[in-house]
């Protein structure tokens, strides 16, 4: 997909309309810097910004984390540009009633994939053309069938070891962690005004970079995300050191899914698994 | 907390630690009924009360892990039984949940224990535990658990 290409134009020019009509204060979208290869967001706030707006395979972050931000929200009504997976996560904020629907434009792509190579996630996604935006730009997408098993490839991949070697492997991936919280502050979902390793009465999770505090920080954030996550995937493709993050999500994912028929992002309407419950959950594994 | 005193006789053998976080309705009353049907159990285990097992936040367990727990244990009223009608079933989804994630991690599985005892199950108390002690003795003291912020210069002696 070019920068220059359909997608683009059509994007320029619903952003104009958009922003010229006063619906929205603001237009949150890609853009590129001469060849960069990842387009850095943009923030629209008038007509003549939004020629400055693209969308190409190298869009892959996902804008869905600045809708919940004070300072975006002071701009007034958001328009964003989506992607699939990334409105997945839309899904999730305005069912934790985080936005409200009537606060957003939701303009969706459609996307074959981005990255380059092409991101794993975009294998096995079935969300290539966006579903309940307010527009959708862009050429159609086929949607291939996903093979359930690749989805969960990484996490299987882990769970074949043992626990000895589980371990080991955490043990040398978490000692890695410095402790920037980028894998944070790049998740739609982790909104929370104060997170609980800033809270320090009493000091919940060690702070500094060392591995007891970090095995409780990765704990503390895929536990906080199970049930929720929407697999953007965008903690690992952040993170400075490399830590499998995409892996952990996977198997909560999996086994929310396998325990209570749960997929996360799929609609706003859903009961998230942990906010219900059921007298015939599963009793196995309980003394 | 409770770390290496000097031995007594006859005491010089390792005991596991366990923590057990139980129900303030149905498992601490259980536990306080073997007490009073003087039915023994195990010494090595360490009861903290909490209102429900729905209260039971993950970060208790790690922290106990943290603070040199070789188990832990959580204790609620048996599903339907709940003083407040559905704490034990969210308990049940997410500890259920959060086992499964420190399996995955590599964390041994079977130090993190599970249970429903009721206020009239005394004796079921007393054998839990006898169980549950008897299998953190076999499984031994937790080393690979990272107890000190600076590992290598441990404050375990």
Redesign the interface.
């Known amino acids: 997909m070019k920068a220059d290409g359909p997608a683009t134009d059509a994007l320029r020019k619903e952003a104009a309309d958009l922003l010229s009509r006063g619906d929205v204060g603001v237009v949150i979208g890609y853009g590129r810097q001469d060849d960069a290869d990842l387009a850095a967001p943009v923030f629209a706030r008038n007509a003549e910004d939004a020629d400055r707006l693209v969308f190409d395979d190298h869009c892959l972050g996902n804008l869905a984390v600045y809708l919940p931000r004070s300072e975006i929200r002071a701009m007034g009504r958001a328009g964003v540009v989506v992607k699939g997976c990334d409105l997945m996560a839309v899904n999730v904020l305005l069912r934790e009633n985080v936005i409200k629907r009537e606060d957003v434009v939701l303009i969706g792509t459609h996307c074959a994939g981005v990255g380059e190579p092409q991101l794993e996630k975009c294998s096995t996604c079935d969300v290539h053309s966006p579903e309940g935006c307010d527009v959708v730009v862009g050429e159609p997408v086929d949607q291939p069938k996903v093979d359930e098993e690749q989805r969960y490839k990484a996490?299987a991949e882990?769970?074949a070891?043992s626990?000895?070697?589980?371990?080991?492997?955490?043990?040398s991936q978490f000692d890695k962690c410095i402790r920037c919280y980028a894998c944070r502050q790049v998740c739609p979902l982790c909104y929370c005004k104060r997170c609980?390793v800033e809270k320090n009465i009493p000091q919940?999770?060690?702070t500094?970079a060392?591995?007891?505090?970090s095995?409780?920080w990765?704990?503390?954030r895929?536990?906080h995300l199970?049930?929720r996550c929407v697999g953007c995937g965008e903690c690992e493709r952040v993170c400075p050191v490399g830590i499998p993050l995409g892996a952990?999500n996977q198997?909560?994912s999996r086994?929310?899914g396998d325990?209570?028929g749960f997929h996360s992002g799929l609609s706003a309407d859903q009961e998230a698994?942990?906010t219900v419950?059921?007298?015939d959950?599963?009793?196995?594994?309980?003394? | 907390m409770s770390e290496e005193k000097p031995k007594k006789d006859g005491q010089d053998k390792w005991e596991p630690r366990i923590i057990a976080f139980l129900c303030n309705w149905c498992s601490y009353a259980g536990a306080d009924l073997a007490g009073m049907s003087r039915f023994g159990y195990p010494a090595p285990i360490r009861v903290i009360k909490v209102p429900c097992s729905g209260r039971v936040d993950?970060?208790f367990v790690?922290?106990s892990f943290?603070q040199g727990a070789d188990m832990v244990l959580v204790s609620g009223c048996h599903?339907?039984d709940c003083h407040y009608t559905?704490g034990n079933?969210?308990a049940?989804?997410?500890l259920?949940?959060?086992?499964?994630?420190?399996?995955?991690?590599?964390?041994?599985?079977r130090r993190f224990?599970?249970?429903?005892v009721s206020a009239a199950e005394g004796g079921k108390w007393s054998s839990?535990v006898a169980?549950?002690t008897e299998e953190a003795r076999a499984l031994g003291p937790y080393k690979?658990f990272?107890?000190?912020?600076?590992?290598g210069v441990s404050d375990e002696g």
């Open positions: 996490a882990i769970d070891m626990v000895e070697e589980r371990w080991d492997f955490w043990r609980i919940w999770v060690a500094s060392h591995l007891r505090g095995i409780a990765n704990v503390v895929a536990f199970t049930g952990i198997k909560m086994h929310v325990s209570y698994p942990f419950w059921s007298p959950d599963s009793d196995e594994g309980i003394l | 993950p970060l790690l922290r943290e599903p339907g559905s079933y969210h049940r989804r997410k259920l949940a959060f086992r499964e994630l420190l399996t995955f991690l590599g964390i041994d599985p224990k599970i249970s429903w839990l169980e549950v690979e990272p107890r000190s912020v600076s590992e």
